[in-house]
């Protein structure tokens, strides 16, 4: 059974950073994909950045417009945890970052939530300004 817990949400300064973790258990990286999703109140949960997992070498990534140059999602297969990397940090980043979890042979990794079953409980970003 695939499991996801996320850890480091926190509060910052804009201009700040944090780094989030997704910890894994039962997914074998190199057998689908994960993601990080976020939800602000009010608001439709929106892709952040996907990975395709792969067991060594490079895994393909894909990161949102809004979070471009800013964000960036890897796979640190030592610790079977997903990471997001968050700098530059705005105002309108803060909300609850999901890690979401597909497994499965892909080609290719969705940024729309229905193509995820597995989900972790969240974990709150604030960014004052």
């Known amino acids: 059974q695939v499991r996801l817990a996320e850890s480091g949400g926190g509060s910052v300064q804009a201009g700040g950073s944090l780094k989030l973790s997704c910890a894994v258990s039962?997914?074998?990286?190199?057998?689908?994909?994960m993601a990080w999703f976020r939800q602000a109140p009010g608001k439709l949960r929106e892709g952040v950045a996907t990975i395709l997992t792969k067991p060594t070498g490079r895994s393909p990534t894909y990161v949102a417009d809004s979070v471009k140059g800013r964000f960036t999602i890897s796979q640190d297969s030592a610790n079977n945890a997903v990471l997001l990397e968050m700098n530059a940090l705005k105002p309108d980043d803060s909300a609850i970052y999901y890690c979401?979890?597909?497994?499965?042979?892909?080609?290719?990794?969705?940024?729309?939530?229905?193509?995820?079953?597995?989900w972790g409980q969240g974990t709150q970003v604030t960014v004052s300004s």
């Open positions: 979401a979890a597909q497994p499965g042979y892909r080609v290719f990794c969705a940024s729309t939530e229905d193509r995820y079953n597995i």
């Open positions: 039962g997914f074998t990286f190199g057998d689908g994909c």
